[in-house]
């Protein structure tokens, strides 16, 4: 079993189902010192130039977290995550440590964009956060707002 990290569309069980992507269990989990961004340059060359895709970058002094959704499932869909995300030349896998909302720790992989394929430049869509939305119950409120709020380029 491995336990899968997302911080995106992702984290709407709809979406990971539509990947093919199955899972036994997943947790409401928070990040410390990181913060969700989107900056990610899309794969598609077709794709309007101000879209930018969910990518996590370390926030500033270390202070501050985001949350997610941790999945637990089997490592026979690793390979398919991985080309998902395109990793290893669009996204990085990494091992982290995550808190679950009871105060426990779990470790977990996660996709970080590699360097070179950022730009600061960059907005969601609204079709991204809709997706977002539907993951509304694995979220606090505040959090889920603050997603809400974020400007969109379109």
Known sequence: MINFFTYGE?????????HGLQYN?????????????????PFE???PPELGLANIVPSQNGLGMMEGVLYEMDERYLPQLDELHRSPKEYQRKTMRFTKH?????SG???????GTTSDNLRPSKAILQKIRSAKKN????????LMNMPTYD
């Not at 979220?139 to 603050?146: A, D, E, N, P």
């Open 25 to 41: 269990a997943l947790f409401c989990v928070s990040l410390s010192a990181w913060r969700l961004v989107f900056n990610k340059i």
């Open 10 to 18: 992702l984290m709407n069980p709809k979406v990971m189902e539509e």
């Open 45 to 47: 060359e077709n794709a």
């Open 139 to 146: 979220m606090q409120m505040l959090y889920f707002s603050r």
């Open 109 to 115: 992989f996660v996709y970080v964009a590699r360097e």
């Open 102 to 106: 009871d105060f426990t720790s779990i």
